[in-house]
């Protein structure tokens, strides 16, 4: 995949393009009962292995929690790279109005108690663990028009 302009801009570009191209896909097609409900973790790691294809090498896996006044926990995902924060799953909290986020810094996302980064490319979890996402990532990747 070759990409014109800045890091930032390739980064927007790739981030919306795996987005939309999850969104196209079947809802039996995707491992989730819903898009983008639920679906943080293992998106992060299908948007993480395109980036690495892409030469965005090292995407880190932030696994954040968040607990409310009654106790009940929450979390999400999404990706770090290079200081930047690629979230394209925030938007199943009503607070955030937006479908794809990166950006350096996020008063949103500093609202969740990081757990410690992991590694966010699909690559790294080998076939045998992730079988239905590696199916996802073939079905967004032909329709990534990059």
Known sequence: MKFEG????QIVKIAFAVRMAIEACKPEELPWGTFPNGACGDTCLVLGQVLHEA???GAEY???NKYSDD???SSHAWLRYDGLIIDITADQFPEVGTKV???GESEWHKQWEEDRPQLGVLQDYGVANVQPLWELYSLVKPQLHL
């Open 55 to 57: 030469g965005f090498k």
């Open 71 to 73: 106790g009940k926990q």
């Open 101 to 103: 986020i990166v950006i």
């Open 6 to 9: 800045s890091q930032h801009d």
């Open 62 to 64: 932030i696994c954040g």
